[in-house]
């Protein structure tokens, strides 16, 4: 193997990474550890497959809030031959080494250019009042940057999820849950268990609370399951790309709801609903809800009549989940780091 194929490698994982870009950062900090600490074996791949997973985590931390959920099998393909195996950390670690740690600042600047990019995304919605921010222009933002593509998932959600909680709150909704008077002899034999987790007892067989839709938060690249649910019924299911029959079954089947709301593209309505009806689940389906939809609703919200009340808390709620996120979207932490290694100091035009 030649340089050149270890780099391509190495361009490939950053192409493919989404914007945590943990794989990649898990070899700058393989060769760093190489470079300064000194106590691996590159061409042994068990002196540093495992420990790599630590040394990653302690700068994904700061700058990401997070590390990665994927699976330990996921994760240890970053050193398939298909990916970068040793062979190829061998020589990026010599070139590494030779030039004062320039493979790590090249895969920390992809890493900066790729939070540059999402800073663009967040200032837009920071920077947007009612009357200027674009739902289509904002989604665009991501589409325009291959870096940010493989993150519209998450984007998709934080769309979804900031128009639907709002929204949810404005209306002020409550659901009230009352016990069926004939079933009190059973409520009696498990009170304990009614009062913990139904919250009812035999002096208070009813309450009311406040309706919220919440979001299921971070999971790993390749969850198909459930992105939000309501405390009142559905299970929200979100989709931007194709919809194959196998991606179906496994969103279908590993949500247990029988209300289920799928967001997707207009262009992917009509495959979705061939495909739940041959499957037999339409009937789990509570409603299907397409882009324009989306942008129709945020038009309204924006720009409606009530907009004076819901425009301003629809962009902070956005922008706040964001940064929930994708902490580096704010990325002076992350300059601090990149400044201290020194990495700003280097400079070749190959690596670069």
Sequence with gaps: MELSEAKAALDKIIKKARVHLYKPIQI???????????????????????????????????????????????????FNDNAVPPEAIVLLGKENRNKNGIVEAYIFDRFKERYGQMSTALNYSRNSNKETFNLQKFINLFWSEPGLRRSLDKIYEIIVYSLFSVLVDELDLSIEVNLNPDRIDILKEFETFAEKVICINTEKTSYKSKANINRVGVTNAADRGLDMWANFGPAIQIKHLSLSENLAEDIVSSITSDRIVIVCKDSEETVIKSLLNQLGWRARIQSIIVESELIEWYELALKGEFSNTIGNKLLKHISDEILLEFPSADISEFMKFYKEREYDQLNDDYWK
């Design 28 to 78: 700058a900090e393989i060769l760093y550890r190489d470079r300064v600490v000194k106590d691996i074996d590159l061409s042994d791949l068990e002196s540093y497959r495992n420990k790599s997973k630590k040394w990653r985590d302690l700068i994904c931390i700061p700058f990401l809030g997070r590390t990665s959920t994927s699976s330990a099998k996921y994760q240890d393909d970053l």
